[in-house]
């Protein structure tokens, strides 16, 4: 997940529900020839579903995270900038939570931008850790940081932080009996989480980073209006972004989706506080995938993508129900966005393995 929007990214290519997270891209295969692949697998199944559903994770081929770095640039996408602008404004009071000899977790090979902000204001941070299921974006990452820190021990791990992996070994305790390992997960990826998903991972990331904590970034419910013209921006980037899913198939499975039948459709359902977005079918058409035919209805839709809001206290309670004790968090005047501190308290043992 590179340059500035990609901690987000990182975490929907991992993720498994509509939401994302492998890259993946199988570039370079002949068209029809990746029946095999998680990406055809996922689309097929999803395309006999009903409701018809893709995970999100499969937007972020090269053409889906650049068009995703997009996104995070447009005037509409409050996000990243609130984001980067509270890392900028609190990264000391955050370094403050986390103390000094952090081992650093980021789940994601996120924005350089964001972790940069936190590394330059930690005390002595020992080791940082990306996890990231594609390992091409984490050897840039990994480049990346080396270059711009080079005392840190940077060692990339790749991995789907979605499912039970194992850590590095814990770092030997300084003289001071110091390092503690924390986890860093901005972007609100989160959101892109099932709730039973959200809560599984915050449970993981509990156990694993026991002895140190969690810093995660949270979208927040708001006037949907708001909302709305994040997701829909003037100038079509999002419904490039949507619509990349098809092109998607198109270039890896040799699919045949008109992408100008197909309508980019968000909208905010408050009842279950999320961005949903779609797909949908503009009128009656026949689609080949894999050699297999899928037939649309007029109005019918694919579900690519759901993208939670919360409120700080419902997060806070999920982090809780999780196993961690909520910390300061910070969040803009505006009330757009919030980043979190969440205690993984005190461990005997600090195990490598997750599930
Ligand atoms: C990556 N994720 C946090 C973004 C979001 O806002 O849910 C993905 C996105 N989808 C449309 N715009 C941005």
Redesign the pocket.
Known sequence: MRPSASG??A??RAATSVG?ATPGPVRGVAPGAEHGSAFAEALLEGLAGQPRSVP?KFFYDAAGSAL?DR?CELPE?Y?TRTELALLAAHADEMAQCIGPAADIVEFGAGSSRKIGLLLAALDHPRRFVPVDISAEHLHAAAQRLRAEHPSLDVHPLAADFTRAFALPPPLASDRHGRAPRVGFFP???I??FTPAEALRFLRRAARMLRGGGLLVGV?LVKDPAVLHA??NDAQGV?AA?NRNLLARANRELGADFDLDRFAHYAFYEPVRQR?E?HLVSLGRQRVSVCGRRFDFAPGETLHT?N?YKFTVEGFRALAARAGFVPGPVWRDRAGLFSIHWLDAGSAPHRPNAIG
Request: hydrophobic letters at 35%; zero cysteines.
């Open positions: 987000a990214r975490a929907s994302r999100p995703f996104i996408y996000p972007g609100s990826s959101g892109n979208d994040a997701y999002t972004f961005i977005m993508e993208s």
